[in-house]
């Protein structure tokens, strides 16, 4: 069965710096997004894209974030300059349809933030 | 918005016990999707049910989209079934997932 893969599994970061976290859709889906689990939290959504453009974004989604799909696989998002409560699991989903279809999730990345 | 509401937030069973989780949302959806996160974190896909019934081994999951809640019953669990249990509605403005807040599963031995 199709899944959505997604690396590192973990990452650990200093503040300030950098991250892109990598996921790869299942491959005949169009819509993809990005959900973030603060620890202990609800899972929230980031951000969807479709056709090469954001579709949606929340309120979270600011500045600091971007997401680009490079490739023909890979859907990425990057964090600018990390902050202590960018720590969280990050997942990464795909859809065939957005509206009517499955959002299969990936198995997200623990971010941490030092 | 929609809004998502799960029970009862905690649960602990036996091993080989029934149980039955709920999730209540404000508004009428088109997807309405059940997920299992264990204890690594991974969130796995148990149900896209917008309406109807479906069941997969032990689990089986009903929505009744007019009445605005959806059930997943657990039967005969055993401690791999340990975790949170997530609904999550589509918001059909934007198409975003609204999760609720979980239902922490413990099946003791």
């Known amino acids: 069965e199709p899944e959505v893969t997604q690396t590192p599994s973990h990452q650990v970061t200093q503040m300030g710096q950098e991250v892109i976290l990598r996921c790869v859709p299942i491959?005949?889906?169009?819509?993809f997004y990005w959900y973030r689990q603060i620890l202990g939290q609800k899972v929230e959504f980031l951000v969807s894209?479709?056709?090469?453009?954001?579709?949606?974004k929340s309120e979270i989604f600011d500045d600091q974030f971007s997401v680009e799909r490079p490739d023909g696989s890979n859907f990425t998002l990057k964090i600018r300059s990390t902050k202590l409560e960018d720590s969280a699991m990050y997942f990464c989903?795909?859809?065939?349809?957005?509206?009517?279809?499955?959002?299969?999730f990936g198995p997200g990345t623990r971010l941490t933030v030092l | 918005g929609i809004q998502v509401e799960q029970s009862p937030p905690d649960l602990i069973l036996q091993e080989g016990a029934n149980s039955t989780l709920r999730c209540n949302f404000s508004?009428?959806?088109?997807?309405l999707q059940w997920f299992h996160q264990n204890p690594w974190g991974q969130l796995i896909n148990l149900f896209y049910?917008?309406?109807?019934?479906k069941q997969n081994g032990r689990l089986s999951a009903t929505t009744v989209a007019t009445e605005r809640y959806s059930l997943l019953y657990i039967s005969s669990s055993q401690t791999t079934d340990s975790g949170v249990y997530f609904c999550?509605?589509?918001?059909?403005?934007?198409?975003?997932?609204?999760w609720g807040a979980g239902t922490k599963l413990i099946i003791k031995p």
């Open positions: 999550a509605a589509l918001r059909d403005s934007n198409y975003q997932l609204i």
């Open positions: 508004d009428s959806v088109n997807n």
């Open positions: 989903a795909s859809s065939g349809d957005r509206r009517t279809d499955t959002q299969y």
């Open positions: 049910i917008p309406s109807g019934t």
């Open positions: 894209f479709y056709n090469n453009e954001i579709s949606e």
């Open positions: 491959s005949n889906h169009l819509y």
